[in-house]
């Protein structure tokens, strides 16, 4: 009997700047993308001057998106559709051009998205990557900036400024002190933004993403991932400062550099540093899900978005990596006593930590902790930020028995304070003491129990479970019991008793 095939979707988004493709991969809380391709066609160079779409953007694009149509039918992808946005929408020929794209792929979903329409994409995407989200969501594009009230249930307000990176170029005859005041006299028009001041403000967009990357590149920061990438206000400012005064050389030499972004840098730089002085948020995050990922939330999987996506990755990966789906409950039971009074987020977190536990069980064991640890560390699209990254992916290699001054962990030393570094070494010890003691099978851990209280950590073991009484347990509690500045013991008693 024939498998069925799996189920995918598609979005073409068409914008100023650029046009890309994104194909997902079934349906579940977490986008995932299985091909994602992007041309930039600058289709809204000149619009500013003409009033129209350039010939040259037109015909490239009419190729690249006969190109995306062929892929995405081959890949059964259904729905596909393409999302116009700021040019397509300004442009005194886009409905042309838009008629044109439907005569060569006729029944495929063509929308021109509003100024709103876009913002409420945008809105719903960050809140499918950063789910806590509120605040200021700005996302830039070549011709248009979103700016997005993101509190309580979504999109509270919204505003379509002309401050994209190839618009605002044209408009200041690519002139950066021209740009400054142009972007000053815009965001002004916006009332709500004085509102804004001492919130978190998220950026979006592929120009914002290359300042991060630059930015990322530039301080050898340990993580190169810019989802969830966060700065302070006052080295957000610096960074902006930088990169106006950096020529494109310069910027070329940095490892990684986006070079088909680099000439956007220094417009969509002024637009954020204006955008500081104007709203001075207590922090700017950087995030990478927009208006494809809030497309795909908001068409394929609406009624998955309530689902914690954290949660939904580590039941995923713990269903198909790891031995037992039981156990990871039994764990988390079984490690509460060695943190009491833990935050709702310290809680969470090792919740996921027992949840994905044992996903280096198929792995070669000469590199067990040290793949386990990359792959935490550099998970995709789930919501989480690089802290928890870092202290997840620590507390998993210990549990496989890596050093914490082993060198591949050098990510988490750099990321963690001491208070999260010691929980996550904590967290793994305790984690790896569990499987000696269970082999995996939590009915052989519900035979014992850790209790914690002032200099002693006690490891009781029923009558039962006597056979586990081994020297890799009283060396595994032993390390703990130093870790945590404690004396061990080992005793027997019935649980409850």
């Known amino acids: 009997m024939q498998a069925e095939a799996p189920k995918r979707s598609a979005v ?5 700047n650029s046009v890309r493709m994104v194909v997902f991969d079934g349906v579940s809380r977490n986008p995932v993308s299985i091909f994602n391709e992007k041309a930039v066609l600058r289709l809204g160079r000149g ?3 003409t009033g129209r779409l350039n010939d040259e953007g037109v015909a490239m694009a009419v190729e690249v998106l006969r190109r995306y149509h062929a892929i995405a039918r081959s890949m059964n992808a259904d729905p596909f559709e393409i999302l116009a946005t700021a040019a397509v ?51 830039i594009g070549g011709g248009s900036l979103e700016l997005i009230r993101l509190d309580g249930d979504g999109r509270e307000s919204a505003n379509t400024l002309p401050l994209g990176v190839i618009r605002l170029s044209d408009r200041s005859g690519g002139d950066l002190t021209i740009a400054k005041g142009i972007a000053d ?38 993580l190169n991932i810019v989802h969830y990438y966060s700065l302070t206000p006052a080295a957000a400012r610096e960074m902006t400062g930088w990169l106006i005064e950096s020529n494109r050389r310069a910027l070329e030499r940095l490892p990684n550099a986006p070079r088909k972004r ?26 990478v899900d927009g208006l494809r990922e809030g497309w795909y939330a908001m068409n394929v999987a609406p009624d998955l978005q309530a689902l914690d996506p954290l949660e939904t990755v580590a039941q995923d990966l713990c269903q198909r990596l790891g031995r037992s789906e039981a156990l990871p409950e039994a764990l988390f039971a079984w490690t509460a006593k060695l943190f009491p009074g833990e935050t709702d987020r ?41 802290e928890a990254r870092a202290a997840l992916a620590l507390a998993l290699a210990v549990r496989y028995e890596a050093e914490p001054t082993a060198a591949f ?46 200099g002693e950590l006690r490891l009781h073991l029923t009558s039962a479970s006597v056979a586990v009484r081994g020297e890799a347990v009283k060396r595994r509690l032993t390390r703990l019991g130093q870790v945590m500045q404690v004396e061990t ?8 008793g």
């Open 262 to 287: 680099l000439d956007d840098v220094p417009f969509a730089a002024t637009v954020l540093r204006r955008l500081l002085k104007r709203v001075e948020p207590d922090r700017v995050v950087f995030c």
């Open 409 to 454: 962990v050098a990510p988490s030393r750099a990321l963690l304070d001491d208070v999260w570094f010691g929980w996550a070494v904590t967290l793994g010890l305790a984690l790896r003491l569990a499987y000696s003691l269970s082999g995996g099978a939590s009915a052989l851990l519900d035979g014992t129990r850790l209790e914690h209280d002032g």
């Open 346 to 386: 310290e809680r969470r977190l090792r919740m996921t930590a027992c949840r994905l536990s044992d996903v280096g069980s198929h792995d070669h064991p000469e590199y067990r902790a040290e793949q386990t640890y990359m792959r935490v560390l550099w998970i995709q699209g789930v919501g989480f930020d690089h």
């Open 47 to 49: 619009l500013t001057m």
């Open 185 to 222: 006299a815009d965001l002004s028009w916006v009332d709500w933004l004085g509102d804004m001041r001492g919130r978190t403000l998220y950026l979006v967009g592929g120009a914002f993403r290359a300042l991060a990357r630059l930015q990322i590149a530039r301080t050898n920061y340990p």
């Open 89 to 139: 929408r300004d442009a005194t020929n886009g409905p042309d051009f838009v008629e044109a794209l439907r005569r060569e792929m006729p029944g495929v979903p063509i929308r021109i998205l509003s100024g709103v329409e876009e913002a409420d994409h945008s809105a719903v995407g960050v809140r499918c990557g950063i789910p806590e989200a509120t605040g200021l969501v700005a996302d």
């Open 489 to 496: 013991r080992i005793t027997e008693a019935f649980i409850g």
């Open 12 to 16: 073409v988004d068409l914008g100023s």
